[in-house]
DNA sequence: GCGCAATGCTTGCTCGACTAAGCAGACTCG
DNA sequence: CGAGTCTGCTTAGTCGAGCAAGCATTGCGC
């Protein structure tokens, strides 16, 4: 549960760094455990940056993928970054979730969970070597 | 309203310089008028260059600016953007579906996710052909 | 014709997000 | 005592957003 559900309003940007610090502090993360579990997204050494104040104002992306890992609220964590966001009545967002069939994963087990992650890790990685 | 709601299935990255240069042209604006009306906050020379594609992923509060001028609704122009846009309803929550992160999913090719469609198959059939 | 303002557009530059690679220190195990 | 690993952290460098200032063209009134 994210700790802070207001979002109007939010503690501004001085404080996103140590936001984030605690939250992963809270749940017993380092640094490089983080980086994996975003899949390689956030780098380690980046998010030393972010907490250090180092980084004020992280793309909308970066922060979700935290927002992933910690369980934050994201839009939370767009506001404390000094994101504006959306006026929330409806929208769309449909196509995001590129044709995947959900129902396939519902069944699996927790170890398997763990085994397919390690292997989208794996297919990003080889792609991260043959590309760019 | 904004002209255009359709939206479900983003045309994403390609369309959004069209897409504003088109509302631009409805409204009958100029490059600088819009500049003007922003306050100043987009230069016309930077909205000549995201509307020819030379700029491919304005800032949220960039495009903030011009949803306002063009009376567009923000989130659709984030997502066009491809940003990605808070689920305002409730929490992240929506990102993991039975503890699986999905976010991890969506950088994923096509040709890699049916490896990874495979791959849930054969964790499926390892564990049929153990007991249970 | 000559200005002159307004149009869209380009171009050199700054600045900050972000990466890749490394650093020193703390800890464990042989 | 190493050798290895893990921690947080730093730093040189790349990349792209965004700006200031200019360009060429069009169209107006004189």
């Given at each position: 549960?994210?700790?802070n ?5 939010a ?5 996103l760094?140590?936001?984030l610090?605690?939250a992963?502090?809270a ?11 975003t899949?390689k997204?956030?780098t ?17 992306n ?18 404390r ?10 929208t ?13 994963l519902?069944?699996l087990?927790e ?5 397919l992650l390690?292997?989208i890790?794996f ?10």
């Open positions: 549960m994210p700790p559900l207001d979002s109007s309003r503690a501004s940007s001085q404080s760094g140590a936001y610090k605690s992963r502090s749940l017993g993360l380092s640094l490089r455990a983080v980086e994996e579990r899949g997204a956030v380690n050494g980046y998010l030393s940056q972010i907490e250090s104040g180092t980084v004020t104002q992280p793309s909308p970066m922060l979700y993928h935290l927002a992933q890992v910690y369980d934050l609220d994201y839009g939370d964590l767009l506001l970054a000094g994101h504006r966001i959306p006026h929330s009545d409806d769309a967002q449909r196509g995001i979730l590129a044709g995947f069939p959900m129902n396939a519902e069944e087990t170890s398997e969970r763990r085994e390690e292997y890790a297919l990003r990685s080889r792609r991260a070597s043959s590309s760019r």
